[in-house]
């Protein structure tokens, strides 16, 4: 019997069926293209928007779908499904997520109707040259000035950083008040003076997506670019929505897992060595037995997640664990399913060697894995 996640229905079926057409027609054709640009076109932005899969799980009363976590989740799992890295969706649904839950009403229906429609893509700017994980070592500064803010300071690792429209800016507007001086600062970048994009950074996988330097020299903001209209809360507003961004990595890599499992299946039934396919020689069938069971127990766990953030009890420490775990596992199932297609699954014409560039980052970003852990072991 062919196991169902116990969150699926038939109206998300057809909406799966919907997506991967979707994805199949408008992405996949794209990714050489993209990985030679270094980004996305944003064509495939607005497409998307008429598609209604970039903020699926946001109400329509802000231009979104109208659907929940689950509708989200078949979007970044297609994508996944069909190897795609570039086109920087979770990015700008966790940045949606910030402003619905932490925004004040005028932002809300200022901004997310934008990014419902591809209107406006969005970024999040947390990492910088001396501060990745640590976000308490950022030093860029939004500091009152008149009837706004003045902002200074630099990013790195930015995803969507080349063609955002809008940016969520970790910086500290109390720069004398530690953790409770944060804030996050909404940035337009449209003829926004001061504001730069530096060099696309080059990447050992995941080429397609526009990862880029940010630099602020006196941008001016106005005063209600602050998130939530009061200053100090930032450390709160990245607590409180970290679970979801580090839950749609779990989903994106137990996907993942998934897919390598299965392209390795097809290949070794194909290929032969000493006049058998590899699948028939004991080796083989046990690294994949491995393999298959490695991927049904992380899809057991990821659905529970799901369901949990469906239904408003995932937590922290959950979210860390499936972030941490799954990342991990990802890394380790990609490299054994490589294993099996011997000199061939070391060229890049070849998905699965595509797959084990891209997957390396998944244990850096949305919060190292080491950081998971200390935050797991925090509630032991």
Known sequence: ????????????????????????????????????????DREIWRKGGEMGILLADIAEEYGGSGGNFAHQCIVFEELAYAGDTAFGLHVHAIVAHYLLNQGTEEQKRKYLPKLASGEMIAAIAMSEPGAGSDLKGIRTTAVRDGDGYLMNGSKIFISNGYMADLILVVAKTEPEAGAKGVSLMLLETRNAQGFRVGRILEKIGQKGQDTCELFFDNVRLPRDSVLGGVEGRGF???????????????????????????????????????????????????????????????????????????????????????????????????????????????MLEYPIAQMYADARVQRIYGGANEIMKEIIARSL
């Open 236 to 346: 709160a507003q990245l607590m409180n929505e970290l679970p979801y961004e580090r839950t749609i990595i779990g989903v994106s890599g137990v996907a993942s897992i998934e897919r390598a499992v299965r392209m390795t299946i097809e290949y070794t039934r194909e290929r032969k060595a000493f006049g058998q396919p590899l699948i028939e020689m004991q080796n083989t069938r046990f690294a994949l037995a491995e393999a298959k069971t490695e991927a049904t127990v992380a899809r057991t766990f990821i659905d529970r997640c799901i369901l949990d953030m469906i239904e408003g009890r995932m937590d922290t420490v959950q979210a860390s664990m499936a972030k941490y775990w799954i990342s991990d596992l990802q890394c380790k199932v990609i490299d054994n399913c490589l294993q099996l297609f011997g000199g061939y699954g070391y």
């Open 1 to 40: 019997m062919q196991y169902q996640s116990p969150w699926m229905n038939p109206e998300l079926e057809g909406f799966r069926d919907a997506v991967r057409r979707f994805v199949e027609s408008e992405i996949v054709p794209h990714q050489e293209e993209w990985r030679r640009q270094q980004h996305v």
